[in-house]
């Protein structure tokens, strides 16, 4: 008889919803690539959602929306919404992970992929299929 030792993988989620298209990109970040989640990740992600993302936008109207009471620098969920104070498709991914079996992020990233008929949620990680960084945190 072994010992087995479960550890829960832990996966940081940002969404960056544009209701101008609409779609919402959801930046799927493992807990070993995470460098803070203070405004310096912030900037960062939303830096990388116009470069690989955005549609030549010269101005920017942002809301941040997150759970009163709690520590901004510090929610494990962090919406920025472009133009629109929604919350955005994070609602149709929570149905469909309750529903799942997730135990990798390449299954995380095919729940967010599924999460809406139309495809309006989008998965970008950090890494690409070619253990290329695509995302960088700035400080």
């Not at 010992?3 to 832990?10: A, E, G, Q």
């Not at 494990?76 to 135990?103: P, Q, W, Y």
């Amino acid at each position: 008889m072994g010992i087995f030792i479960l550890n829960l993988y832990k996966v940081h989620l940002f969404g960056i919803y544009d209701d101008a298209l609409p779609c919402q990109v959801n930046y799927l970040i493992k807990e070993s690539e995470l460098v803070g989640k203070g405004a310096d990740t912030v900037i960062s992600l939303v830096h990388n959602y116009f470069e690989l993302h955005g549609s030549g936008e010269k101005r920017l109207v942002i809301h941040a929306d997150n759970c009163s009471g709690q520590n901004k620098n510090n929610a494990d969920l962090f919406l920025v919404i472009l133009n629109l104070a929604l919350m955005g498709f994070f609602g149709l991914i929570k149905l469909l992970l309750r529903k799942s079996e997730v135990d990798n992020l390449d299954d995380l990233v095919k729940v967010v992929q599924n999460s809406t008929s139309g495809g309006f949620n989008i998965a970008q990680t950090i890494f690409d299929n070619n253990e290329k960084q695509v995302v960088h945190f700035y400080e």
